[in-house]
C-alpha cells in the first residue's frame, strides 16, 4: 500500500479539498512522475516536495497553479498565480465559436479579456487560416498570454478592452469572443476558497455583474463586419440581461446556449447585414 498517498488523500479530505482523491493523484504523479496506484511510496526528496504541495492545496490553492499547466480542449496551456483557471464550462464558448466561422475564409477574430488565451488559441488551433489578437490587460496575466501564444499564431496585444474599440478599424472584425469578469458583488462575497485566490479583476463584473457586458455590446459591433458574431461567456443567471443588452444596442439574432451542466452559459449576437 501506498502510505504516502493515502495520508495525502486523508489530508485534502480534512482540508475540505473537493474531488480531494484526483488532486492527491495529480500531485502525487506531477512530484514523483509516477502513478500513486502503481508505486510503493516517494523518495525522501519526493516526499519532501509532495509535503510542500500537500500544504499549499490544503490551504485551498488551486490545483492548477500547483501543476503549473491545465488542460483546455485537446491542447495544455500555462497557468499560474495571476491568471484565471481556464474552465471545461469556457469550452462550450469556443466551440460555438469555431461552428461560426466554419464557412469564412481567414476570418479575423478578437479575444478580448483572453487571460490565458484559451478561446483565442482554440479557434485558432481547429482555424488554422483564422487571423486572431488575444487581448488582455492584466501584467500579471500577460507573462502567462505570451508563454501560451507563442508558435500558435496569435497575436498577443496588452491593453485595456474599456477603451481597445478606439483602435480597431471598423467592420474588419469576422467575431469577437470574449469571458469578461461576470460575477456580482454579492458572488465576489461568497467566492468558493480556490476561486478567492484568482485573480479578482478576472472575475468582479460590477454590482450586478454586468459591467463589462455594457461595454462590449455597447462599443464593439462597429469593428464587426456586417454579419459578424460577438460570442460572450456568461454567469448562469445572466442570459435575459445580457440578451438585452443585446437588443437595447441593436444587436439582432440573440441566443443563449447551454454548458455540458445544462446552465446557461453563451450568449451570441449577431450585427445585422444591413445597418437601418
Same mark, same amino acid.
Given at each position: 500500500?501506498?502510505?504516502?498517498?493515502? $495520508? %495525502?488523500?486523508?489530508?485534502? !479530505? !480534512?482540508?475540505?479539498?473537493?474531488?480531494?482523491?484526483?488532486?492527491?493523484?495529480?500531485?502525487?504523479?506531477?512530484?514523483?512522475?509516477?502513478?500513486?496506484?502503481?508505486? &510503493?511510496?516517494? +523518495?525522501?526528496?519526493?516526499?519532501?516536495?509532495?509535503?510542500?504541495?500537500?500544504?499549499?492545496?490544503?490551504?485551498?490553492?488551486?490545483?492548477?497553479? #500547483?501543476?503549473?499547466?491545465?488542460?483546455? !480542449?485537446?491542447? +495544455? #496551456?500555462?497557468?499560474?498565480? *495571476?491568471?484565471?483557471?481556464?474552465?471545461?464550462?469556457?469550452?462550450?464558448?469556443?466551440? +460555438?465559436?469555431?461552428?461560426?466561422?466554419?464557412?469564412?475564409?481567414?476570418?479575423?477574430?478578437?479575444?478580448?479579456?483572453?487571460?490565458? /488565451?484559451?478561446?483565442?488559441?482554440?479557434?485558432?488551433?481547429?482555424?488554422p487560416e483564422a487571423k486572431v489578437t488575444?487581448?488582455?490587460?492584466?501584467?500579471?496575466?500577460?507573462?502567462? %498570454?505570451?508563454?501560451?501564444?507563442? @508558435?500558435?499564431?496569435?497575436?498577443?496585444?496588452?491593453?485595456?478592452?474599456?477603451?481597445?474599440?478606439?483602435?480597431?478599424?471598423? =467592420?474588419?472584425?469576422?467575431?469577437?469572443?470574449? $469571458?469578461?469578469?461576470?460575477?456580482?458583488?454579492?458572488?465576489?462575497?461568497?467566492?468558493?476558497?480556490? +476561486?478567492?485566490?484568482?485573480?479578482?479583476?478576472?472575475?468582479? *463584473?460590477?454590482? &450586478? *455583474?454586468?459591467?463589462?457586458?455594457?461595454?462590449?455590446?455597447?462599443?464593439?459591433?462597429?469593428?464587426?463586419?456586417? /454579419? =459578424?458574431w460577438l460570442v460572450l461567456e456568461i *454567469?448562469?443567471?445572466?442570459?435575459?440581461?445580457?440578451?438585452?443588452?443585446?437588443?437595447?444596442?441593436?444587436?439582432? $439574432?440573440g441566443s443563449c446556449r447551454k454548458d455540458? @451542466? =445544462? $446552465?446557461?452559459?453563451?450568449?451570441?449576437?449577431?450585427?445585422?447585414?444591413?445597418?437601418?
Amino acid at each position: 500500500m501506498n502510505t504516502a498517498y493515502q $495520508n %495525502l488523500c486523508a489530508r485534502l !479530505m !480534512m482540508a475540505g479539498v473537493p474531488d480531494a482523491r484526483f488532486d492527491a493523484a495529480q500531485l502525487y504523479q506531477f512530484a514523483t512522475g509516477r502513478d500513486p496506484r502503481l508505486d &510503493d511510496g516517494p +523518495t525522501p526528496a519526493e516526499a519532501s516536495r509532495l509535503a510542500v504541495l500537500a500544504e499549499r492545496r490544503a490551504a485551498r490553492e488551486p490545483l492548477q497553479y #500547483l501543476l503549473g499547466e491545465w488542460d483546455f !480542449m485537446d491542447f +495544455t #496551456l500555462k497557468v499560474g498565480r *495571476g491568471v484565471l483557471c481556464p474552465r471545461a464550462d469556457s469550452e462550450v464558448v469556443c466551440e +460555438t465559436a469555431i461552428e461560426l466561422l466554419q464557412e469564412v475564409p481567414t476570418p479575423t477574430v478578437y479575444d478580448l479579456c483572453a487571460g490565458t /488565451g484559451c478561446l483565442g488559441i482554440g479557434i485558432a488551433k481547429h482555424l488554422p487560416e483564422a487571423k486572431v489578437t488575444c487581448v488582455e490587460k492584466s501584467a500579471d496575466a500577460w507573462p502567462y %498570454l505570451t508563454a501560451n501564444v507563442s @508558435g500558435t499564431g496569435v497575436q498577443a496585444v496588452q491593453n485595456d478592452i474599456l477603451t481597445y474599440y478606439k483602435t480597431l478599424p471598423a =467592420g474588419e472584425a469576422d467575431l469577437i469572443i470574449s $469571458n469578461p469578469p461576470y460575477l456580482t458583488a454579492q458572488e465576489m462575497a461568497s467566492l468558493m476558497p480556490e +476561486t478567492a485566490k484568482e485573480p479578482a479583476v478576472a472575475l468582479d *463584473g460590477g454590482a &450586478d *455583474g454586468l459591467d463589462f457586458y455594457r461595454v462590449l455590446t455597447a462599443n464593439y459591433r462597429d469593428a464587426l463586419r456586417p /454579419g =459578424g458574431w460577438l460570442v460572450l461567456e456568461i *454567469g448562469y443567471a445572466q442570459a435575459e440581461d445580457v440578451l438585452a443588452l443585446g437588443a437595447a444596442h441593436h444587436w439582432v $439574432n440573440g441566443s443563449c446556449r447551454k454548458d455540458c @451542466g =445544462g $446552465n446557461d452559459r453563451v450568449i451570441l449576437l449577431q450585427k445585422p447585414e444591413k445597418i437601418s
